[in-house]
């Protein structure tokens, strides 16, 4: 197993209102679908690297304290952090450096209240 992530899904309870936060917080479009009768905005992707996206399903909720996934945050991830409370989520943890050259690391809490990090070089 080269990689261990295939798909994620972040649970939204309101898709459309999820879908512009993390529009306007990555800077990014999503793809509009629906799977299985359940309505997904998919992020960005491409094969071989695994994908994920945004979903309304009665069998999710959103939380704060579960599985924590890290999105990647680009070349710095100051700046998805800086847009996080204008897309209407709030800044959980600052960028914090992992030390020894790993990386760095911040936390966000999304508009439907899913606790997101996010993760980039520099």
């Not at 261990?4 to 972040?10: S, V």
């Not at 704060?64 to 204008?86: E, F, K, M, Q």
Request: glycine fraction near 12%; include cysteine.
């Amino acid at each position: 197993m080269d990689n261990p992530l295939r798909w994620f899904e972040i649970p939204a309870v309101d898709l459309d209102r999820a879908t512009a936060f993390y529009e306007n917080a990555f800077a990014i479009s999503l793809r509009r679908e629906s799977c299985g009768g359940h309505p997904m905005a998919i992020f960005p992707f491409a094969e071989p690297n695994p994908g994920g996206a945004l979903v309304a399903m009665p069998q999710l909720a959103p939380r704060d304290n579960g599985t924590l996934i890290y999105l990647d945050g680009g070349a710095d991830l100051s700046a998805v952090l800086a847009r996080v409370p204008t897309a209407g989520g709030t800044v959980a943890m600052a960028k914090t450096d992992l030390g020894k050259g790993i990386g760095h690391i911040g936390l966000f809490i999304d508009s439907e209240g899913n606790r997101v990090g996010v993760y980039s070089l520099n």
